[in-house]
């Protein structure tokens, strides 16, 4: 009988764990794409980097109603574009920066359904100056993966000032014409920065 109380125990001590267990398992699945994308672009692995980005999601936000008005081509074209352009611009910044990286850490992600918010920390240890900069990742569910959509930096969204400064202002001058026309520009432009 007492062998028999122990093994009940244990099976309610297992079946009460288990949502314990199971959340460390979801956290990771947030932060591993995070991670994933930080690793690729210090490592000159931005292709790797940009299969973590949610697109779709990029792009709706960035364009709002003008997306679903878009064609297919200019929609995907856009993607390319942005993705390209993203890589050529922002990694190798990101990069120097992280040429005196000395540790991350990431809070645990706050998840609400389809969605998650995920903050870090990157410790910066430069000669001159010891550095500590606070992110904060907004994450999207696709399928059973989670993109990296947005990344805030001093509070500042990424996405939010390339809609508002570049994408915004060209949909207003000359719609999908004059906003992919300026994209292939600046990528020609750009010709000479590899996305590896």
């Given amino acids: 009988m007492n062998a028999r109380f122990r093994t009940f125990s244990l099976l309610a001590a297992l079946t009460f764990a288990l949502p314990a267990l199971a959340a460390p398992a979801a956290n990771e699945a947030v932060v591993k794409p995070v991670k ?45 574009l942005f993705h390209t352009l993203f890589a050529k611009m922002a990694f190798p910044k990101v990069r120097e920066n992280f040429k005196n990286l000395a540790s991350i850490t990431y809070d645990a992600p706050d998840v609400n359904g389809a969605e998650a918010k995920l903050g870090s920390t990157i410790f910066i240890n430069h000669p001159l100056k010891k550095q500590e900069m606070k992110l904060k990742y907004t994450m999207a569910k696709d399928g059973t993966t989670w993109k990296v959509v947005d990344v805030e930096v001093l509070g500042d969204s990424m996405l939010k000032g390339i809609r508002d400064d570049q ?24 010709a000479s920065v590899q996305v590896k």
């Fill in 167 to 190: 994408v915004r202002p060209l949909m207003k001058e000359g719609g999908w014409d004059a906003l992919l026309g300026a994209m292939r520009k600046k990528n020609q432009e750009l």
């Fill in 36 to 80: 994933t994308v930080v690793q690729s672009v210090r490592y000159e692995k931005d292709l790797k980097a940009l299969e973590n980005f949610g697109g779709e999601q990029q792009g709706r936000y960035l364009l709002g109603e003008d997306w679903d008005k878009a064609t297919k081509a200019q929609r995907t074209e856009f993607l390319q």
